[in-house]
Nanobody
Framework: QLQLVESGGGLVQAGDSLRLSCAVS????????MGWFRQAPGKEREFVGGIIRSDSTAYYPDSVRGRFTISRDKAKNVVYLQMNSLKPEDTAVYYC??????????????WGQGTQVTVSS
């Protein structure tokens, strides 16, 4: 049974950085392609980046490209989301997901419980 546990969320100020972690258990993190999503109150769950299984190439939507970076620590079986230059509109619950490639949440069968990120102005 694949389990994903996010951590690292919190309250920060605009312009700050934050690194989220997604600990993978049940299988090695390199077995699956991974994605990060976020959901703000009253909004749809939004894709913020993904990492491909084979060579750990990461890809991002325009909304976060250049500010967010996804990486993988194979030894620790953890996937990270580094977020820089945070803005109040980045406030959301952030989720990691596994088993899919692409920006559609329906492609990912495995999800973590989410971690809250709040960016104050």
């Amino acid at each position: 049974q694949l389990q994903l546990v996010e951590s690292g969320g919190g309250l920060v100020q605009a312009g700050d950085s934050l690194r989220l972690s997604c600990a993978v258990s049940g299988l090695t993190s390199t077995t699956y392609a991974m994605g990060w999503f976020r959901q703000a109150p009253g909004k749809e769950r939004e894709f913020v980046g993904g990492i491909i299984r084979s060579d750990s190439t990461a890809y991002y939507p325009d909304s976060v490209r250049g500010r967010f970076t996804i990486s993988r620590d194979k030894a620790k079986n953890v996937v990270y989301l580094q977020m820089n230059s945070l803005k109040p509109e980045d406030t959301a619950v952030y989720y990691c997901a596994a088993g899919g490639v692409g920006s559609s949440k329906s492609l990912y069968p495995y999800w973590g419980q989410g971690t809250q990120v709040t960016v104050s102005s």
